[in-house]
């Protein structure tokens, strides 16, 4: 391959169009048409942190309108809210954790249009994506609350979306307190439950 085709193929964006005809073996996210590999799988407390969240939200959240997905799982950003044109959408994301309490926004594939929840768990691998290209997707895309889970202080910080559809100050949790909701009445998470002790 030649210097200019390759910077050619670097430059080239997709869509979830293309995304459907990727590997099933293979994890990636596409954030406004640049493919982002999501190997290497995540280490054993990122996903345990994952489990005991999605554990605690499912059990607090039965009977409740709202439902809770976990990785992998699609969520779909369309550009236009009124269509969902898979050769529209440039952007495809898999939340560790995802809360939707509006039922037409799954369909076979996910979910498309924002949920009222997500919960990122940071990894020394995805931090940057999470606090940064995520944080400012999420917002962009109306994603009424945001958690950021670190693993290693044990801590949650949450964001909201204020009346400019931005995220204000966040609120920081410890393992040792219990996270409120602002975006899913009544949802509160003993943290001390969530974070492993270490070994």
């Known amino acids: 391959m030649t210097e200019s085709s390759e910077a050619e193929k670097l430059s ?5 169009a293309d995304y459907l005809t990727w590997p099933d073996d293979e994890r990636w996210e596409l954030i406004n048409g640049d493919p982002c590999d999501m190997t290497p799988a995540p280490k054993p407390r990122h996903q345990l942190v994952a489990m005991n969240l999605s554990g605690h ?3 607090q959240l039965r009977g409740n309108p709202c439902d809770v997905y976990h990785a992998p ?3 779909r950003f369309p550009p236009d809210p009124n269509t969902a044109d898979d050769h529209a959408v440039d952007t495809v994301v898999q ?3 995802s809360v939707i309490c509006d039922p037409n ?3 076979d594939r996910g979910c498309v249009g924002p949920p009222d929840l997500i919960i990122e768990i ?3 691998e995805t931090a940057g994506r999470d606090e940064e290209t995520k944080f400012d997707l999420y917002e962009e895309h109306g994603v009424r609350e945001y958690w950021i889970a670190n693993p290693r ?3 949650v910080r949450i964001y909201n979306l204020n009346d400019n559809g931005k995220y204000g100050f966040p609120r920081l949790w410890t393992k040792l307190e219990t996270a409120e909701s602002h975006a899913i009445q009544g949802l509160e998470v003993d943290l001390n439950e969530v974070f492993p002790d270490d070994q």
Request: proline share 4%; no cysteine.
């Open 122 to 124: 940071l990894s020394e």
């Open 153 to 155: 202080d044990r801590t």
């Open 57 to 59: 939200i499912w059990f």
């Open 105 to 107: 926004k799954i369909d």
């Open 12 to 16: 080239e964006k997709y869509t979830y």
């Open 73 to 75: 799982f699609d969520v």
């Open 95 to 97: 939340p560790d954790i």
